[in-house]
Structures are given as structure tokens and as C-alpha cells.
């Protein structure tokens, strides 16, 4: 079995100038944040980076309102390094806009589904409100799977695009 590089040796001078560019968007053309647990439904983008490889794909989410500032995220996905996989996870809110996100995934991936398993999942995130029922979320994560039965951490960033089924406030 070959040795695999860091990290770093993966993650290209592209790859990081579109992340940049990314952020640098995002922050500039949204302004308002609001926090507290919704009811969502959203769809989004991702950059993934692993010892594997860097990668991207989508996500399909939703967030079910279970106390005001604590709310329970399902979501599936096909991004790689993983072929695709469904998650479930906690969120809390711990300021206006911010949250943070703890879970499990069941992922499916490789060569005749050589790489299935559960992993776990954290995040951080930053929610960026364009109208009152869409919601932009900005939200940088951290997987841990095991791929050709190696422990393997995935790191990434996710912008997701939400739509609440109730009218929500706004932090200017």
C-alpha cells in the first residue's frame, strides 16, 4: 500500500482562490443575519478536501424546529471524497447568526460500495438572510470517515441556499 501526502499537497492555488473568492462574495452581497431555529427546506454547493483529494458536490437539507434556539438538520448529499450520504445532526444557535452542528452520517462510496460506514460530522456556520422567508447559509464543516479502512478527515465549506416556511426577523 502506497503512502498518501498531506492535506495541503491536494488542495490546489485554484482550489484556494475560488474558496477566497467565494467568501469574499458572500460576506459582500449579504448583510442581515437572524438566529433562531426555523423551519427550512434548502439545496447547496460544497468544496471538499481530503488526503484523498479535493472534491465538490451537493446538499439537500432541512431543518425541523425543536426549541427556540436548538433545531434537528437531516440532509443527503453526493459529494466526494464519498459517492453520497445521508446525515442527521443537532443544531444550535450561540449568537445572532452563528451555530454550531454536531451529527452522524451514513456514507456510500468507492468501488463497488467498498467504502460504505457511519462517520460523524461538526460544523460551524454562519447564517446570512437576503429576504425574510431565504436564507443563505455559509458553513465551514469537518467529516471523519474511513476510506480503504483508513481513518480519513474531510474538510470543507458548504453555502446553502434555504427557504423558511415562517417569515423570519432581521439583525441589521
Sequence with gaps: MKSSPGIAKHITPLYQRSVLAFLICTAFFCTHAYSQAKN?????????????????????????????EFSM??????ETPYT????LG???????GFYIRLGALAYL?????????????????YELISEQRSILDLNLHGDFIRINHQATPIVGIRLTYNFSFSKQGRIQ
Design 40 to 68: 427550512s427546506i434548502g439545496a447547496g454547493l460544497a468544496l471538499n478536501a481530503s488526503k484523498e483529494g479535493s472534491g465538490y458536490g451537493g446538499v439537500l437539507q432541512g431543518e425541523i424546529k425543536l426549541a427556540k
Design 73 to 78: 438538520v437531516p440532509s443527503i448529499g453526493i
Design 84 to 87: 453520497g450520504y445521508f446525515g
Design 90 to 96: 443537532g443544531k444550535y444557535y450561540i449568537e445572532p
Design 109 to 125: 462510496g468507492g468501488e463497488e460500495g467498498s467504502n460504505n460506514g457511519i462517520g460523524a460530522t461538526a460544523s460551524g456556520g
